[in-house]
């Protein structure tokens, strides 16, 4: 890659997004006059979008909520664990093809790995969009022993409460608790030995993620996935190692705490 690039975070209602300040400052750190914009666009007009990806000047992509498996079906190949996941959140542009990859699910491996050290025996996922994917096959990859998913579209949400009571580690894939104090958790769940991750990361902490830390669980928002994934996805377009302490900080400065990696 030569000359100035635009990236773009390909995705809808994602002004609350901290990818391009890791983004820019990863950029700037590297000596690359390249750029990292947010494409906010309705499902009608990602088709396009992606199209736009193949020009010289583009550099690639990342792919956020509700495009990941549109975006799947949108490129010329996938990576095996997108395949897997039905899921796209990296696109790389090799001359006008477009390549699917998943940054997510490493990341969220990292995570679990950190936050459930001794092993899963029982996961309760919140969800079950591209996200949601991504982290059922992250969970996989650790050897979780079963994994429940519960989705407020059917109605198997009710069952939150028993679900809960039997699991080791709770994840919410949902977008509930962006940019807002709501969590679909009541407090009363929450106890020592249900440890939870909340893939929402902003505001850092969650509310549902303050909650289990007052109940003495091991609790993260999504920050450290965010970070995670969004190196892994430089490296990719890039070909260069990603100035991680650079993104990382500027993470935090965006988010007015810790990243929990």
């Known amino acids: ?3 100035a690039l635009t990236f773009r975070l390909i ?3 994602i002004a609350y ?4 300040a890791m983004m820019a400052a990863a950029f700037e750190a590297l000596g690359l006059p390249h750029r990292y914009v947010l494409a906010d666009v309705a499902a009608d007009e ?3 979008t992606v199209e736009a990806l193949r020009v010289p000047a583009a550099g690639g992509a990342n792919v956020t909520v509700p495009h990941k ?3 799947a079906s949108l490129v010329d190949e996938v990576s095996e664990v997108a395949r897997e996941a039905d899921a796209v959140n990296t696109v790389v542009r090799e001359g006008q093809r477009l390549v699917g990859h998943n940054t997510d699910v490493p990341a969220t491996v990292e995570a679990l790995e950190r936050l459930c050290p001794d092993g899963i025996s029982h996961a309760l996922l919140l969800g ?3 996200v949601s994917r991504a982290v059922q096959l992250a969970l996989r990859q650790v050897g979780a022993g079963r994994i429940s998913v519960l989705r407020r579209s059917d ?3 009710s069952g939150l409460g028993e679900e809960a009571a039997a699991a080791d580690l709770l994840v919410n894939a949902t977008p509930i608790g962006t940019g807002a104090d709501e969590t679909l958790v009541p407090a009363e769940l929450l106890r020592p030995d249900l440890s939870v991750l909340d893939l929402v990361y902003r505001p850092n902490p969650t509310r549902l993620v303050r909650e289990a830390l007052a109940a003495g669980a091991r609790a993260e928002a999504g920050a450290a996935i965010l970070l995670g994934q969004a190196w892994r996805s430089l490296e990719l377009w890039l070909g260069v190692p990603a100035p991680v302490e650079v993104m990382r900080v500027a993470l935090e400065a965006e988010l007015g705490g810790r990243s929990g990696a």
Not at 17 to 20: F, G, L, M, T, Y
Request: without cysteine; glycine residues 28%; neutral net charge.
């Open 1 to 3: 890659m030569s000359g």
């Open 69 to 71: 498996a549109a975006v």
């Open 17 to 20: 997004s901290a990818s391009p």
């Open 11 to 13: 995705g809808q209602g």
């Open 128 to 130: 079950a969009g591209g």
């Open 155 to 157: 109605g198997s949400m």
């Open 46 to 48: 990602v088709p396009a």
